[in-house]
């Protein structure tokens, strides 16, 4: 038996981002759990805000932010971002997180992030409550800590990359295949 629900955001678990935004000299971040990819080329991904948030006009100002991913080890600076405003302090201070300079956007990316993706905005979209930012892929900072020296792999598994899920965050779990495994052929 199913439950009925009112209609509501229950598209979980959802990555736990950290967007960075502003520019070399005055950034901030912000956490955002609703984020995703749209399109791979050009490469695109999109961002939820509300505008009453402190990091929404900075965003839309300038038009370009950072969405860096997180890990287990990066849960209480990410929580803390989320919940504390720009407004009121300096999150990179407050968290302990470090700052890593832009390349394809002025704005830093977070220097414990295994993977920081520049974007620039595209457009944005009032939806209501929240305001989607559709975003083009500039340029992705991928940590050398997860490459693998043999091969040139980057092995993002390894980061421990944290999820969020309808109030609460997740480390990542194990591996239950690859793309297109349910009908690989065995090989005899």
């Given at each position: 038996?199913?439950?009925?629900w009112r209609p509501g955001n229950?598209?979980?678990?959802?990555?736990?981002?950290?967007?960075?935004?502003?520019?070399?000299?005055?950034?901030?971040?912000?956490?955002?759990?609703?984020?995703?990819?749209?399109?791979?080329?050009?490469?695109?991904?999109?961002?939820?805000?509300?505008?009453?948030?402190?990091?929404?006009?900075?965003?839309k100002r300038n038009m370009q932010?950072?969405?860096?991913?997180?890990?287990?080890?990066?849960?209480?600076?990410?929580?803390?971002?989320?919940?504390?405003?720009?407004?009121?302090?300096?999150?990179?201070?407050?968290?302990?997180?470090?700052?890593?300079?832009?390349?394809?956007?002025?704005?830093?990316?977070?220097?414990?992030?295994?993977?920081?993706?520049?974007?620039?905005?595209?457009?944005?979209?009032e939806l209501g409550t929240h305001?989607?930012?559709?975003?083009?892929?500039?340029?992705?900072?991928?940590?050398?800590?997860?490459?693998?020296?043999?091969?040139?792999?980057?092995?993002?598994?390894?980061?421990?990359?944290?999820?969020?899920?309808?109030?609460?965050?997740?480390?990542?779990?194990?591996?239950?295949?690859?793309?297109?495994?349910?009908?690989?052929?065995?090989?005899?």
């Amino acid at each position: 038996m199913k439950h009925v629900w009112r209609p509501g955001n229950q598209l979980y678990p959802a990555p736990a981002v950290l967007v960075s935004c502003g520019d070399a000299l005055r950034s901030n971040l912000i956490t955002v759990a609703w984020t995703g990819n749209i399109c791979s080329d050009p490469a695109m991904l999109s961002i939820s805000v509300r505008p009453e948030r402190y990091s929404y006009d900075i965003i839309k100002r300038n038009m370009q932010f950072t969405a860096n991913l997180t890990t287990s080890a990066m849960a209480r600076a990410t929580d803390l971002c989320g919940v504390r405003s720009g407004r009121d302090c300096d999150k990179w201070q407050l968290s302990g997180l470090h700052p890593y300079p832009g390349v394809a956007v002025e704005c830093p990316a977070v220097d414990e992030s295994p993977l920081s993706i520049e974007c620039a905005v595209k457009s944005i979209i009032e939806l209501g409550t929240h305001h989607l930012f559709i975003a083009e892929v500039l340029n992705v900072l991928a940590d050398d800590r997860y490459m693998d020296a043999k091969t040139g792999k980057f092995e993002l598994e390894k980061a421990g990359l944290m999820s969020y899920s309808h109030g609460a965050y997740f480390a990542q779990g194990n591996k239950l295949g690859t793309f297109g495994f349910s009908v690989k052929k065995n090989k005899k």
